[in-house]
């Protein structure tokens, strides 16, 4: 087969970056044990890669499917998705394929260590030892020195996928040594197409749902599989509305933090009593006799202290993802204002992100100019900015409803 031929199963998910995939499939070709077949051009592979693209585009589902098509067995085009080397590296057990999606604000010092030392190992059975950073924008300035020298000097059949929102987000020394993989915005038309054929989204529903989620496939799905994530959606979708005076605008603060907090804390919870009853059993508690044995090991109680630590940071992760999210929620809705305003309300319904709240959308456009909505959204990416600079959420959100409420007067 060719490098012209139909993409494997493995791109299945990389929605709507057609550029991004031939890029990538003909490195995988090229990177195959042999002589590079007619049509690959020269240097079409190499050791080290960037992944670049706004929330929703895929950048850690293209890195995926490239680290499948790398170690893919089949003797046709790789990424075929059905090899037990592309199901295993999909699934994240691929021996050879480190994946590195951290739960954490930061990926620190010492783990970059470890994915250095683990870059240095030869394959056990793939073609290559595969280190994918899905979360590149989080390395501390230590962590990313400490990969700077593996890249600049990798062993030679690893292979460096680091994953970040924009190239402003590293290293300008680590971007230099990484070859660049733009994504775009997948197309609504791209998500809902998507959404049919994976989880039986009626087509018009799924279209209205990927406008809503902004380009955002995963965002998607979860607007249209879970009720809970729908109903915060229009809990913050009513926040324009709420904040009719200086009362109201702080109460909606608060239930904005209110809502993240909770939705972090239902997902932390689980994870948490996992992962601390998996450690005090590894650390000996409660097993043989006596009272020495419900304290478990020496050191043991530092141990459960880090970990108590790391779930911690995680949770305040979750909350902030879920303020983002909501945040980015609002942007769209005030966008949509803004739309309608400069089109003198003739902007359809079908062009507006949250077209379920048209109604809303057009009776704030008439009752406000467009200088009132610009302030607005300011606000909102004011807020964002705070709260990424760890400004406490609810300062940063109560500063943010007052200027909704503000009208611009």
């Not at 406008?211 to 799905?221: E, M, P, S, T, V």
Request: hydrophobic share 45%; aromatic share 4%.
């Amino acid at each position: 087969m060719t490098a012209f031929g139909e993409p494997g199963a493995c791109w299945s998910e990389v929605i709507g970056q057609p550029a991004a995939v031939t890029t990538l499939r003909l490195a995988a070709i090229a990177a195959r044990p042999g002589a590079v077949p007619p049509g690959i051009p020269n240097g079409a592979m190499t050791h080290a890669w960037l992944f670049i693209g706004p929330p929703g585009s895929g950048r850690a589902l293209a890195a995926r499917a490239f680290a499948a098509a790398l170690q893919c067995s089949d003797p046709g085009e790789p990424g075929c998705g059905h090899c037990q080397d592309c199901h295993t590296t999909l699934a994240g057990t691929h021996p050879d394929v480190q994946l590195v999606a951290t739960e954490q604000l930061t990926i620190g010092v010492d783990q970059a260590r470890g994915l250095v030392m683990g870059s240095a190992m030869s394959p056990t059975r793939g073609h290559y030892q595969v280190i994918v950073v899905e979360d590149a924008e989080r390395l501390t300035e230590g962590a990313a020195n400490v990969l700077l020298k593996a890249i600049e000097e990798p062993a030679p059949r690893t292979v460096w996928m680091l994953c970040a929102p924009s190239t402003r987000d590293l290293l300008p020394t680590i971007l230099s040594r990484c070859r660049l993989v733009a994504l775009r915005t997948p197309s609504p038309a791209a998500i809902a197409e998507a959404l049919n054929r994976t989880d039986g989204v009626d087509l018009d529903r799924a279209e209205q749902l990927a406008r809503a989620a902004q380009g955002d496939l995963d965002r998607a799905r979860a607007l249209a599989l879970d009720p809970a994530a729908a109903a915060r959606r229009a809990e913050t979708l009513g926040i324009p509305r709420a904040v009719a005076d200086i009362g109201r605008a702080f109460k909606a603060a608060g239930a904005l933090v209110d809502a993240a907090t909770a939705e972090a804390k239902s997902k932390s919870e689980v994870l948490d009593a996992k992962e601390t009853e998996e450690l005090k059993v590894a650390l000996g508690y409660g097993q043989g006799k006596g009272a020495g044995s419900a304290r478990g090991v020496s050191g043991s109680a530092g141990q459960i202290k880090e970990l108590e630590t790391k779930q911690k940071r995680r949770t305040t992760r979750l909350q902030r993802d879920a303020l983002d999210r909501a945040l980015v929620d609002l942007v769209g809705f005030y966008r949509d204002v803004l739309a309608v305003q400069f089109t003198d309300g003739q902007a359809p319904d079908t062009d507006l992100i949250h077209a379920d709240h048209a109604a809303q959308t057009r009776s704030l456009a008439q009752s406000s100019t467009p200088e009132d909505t610009m302030r607005r959204i300011e606000s909102v990416f004011a807020a964002r900015r705070a709260i990424a600079a760890n400004v406490a959420p609810l300062l940063a959100l109560e500063a943010m409803t007052l200027t909704l409420r503000g009208g611009g007067s």
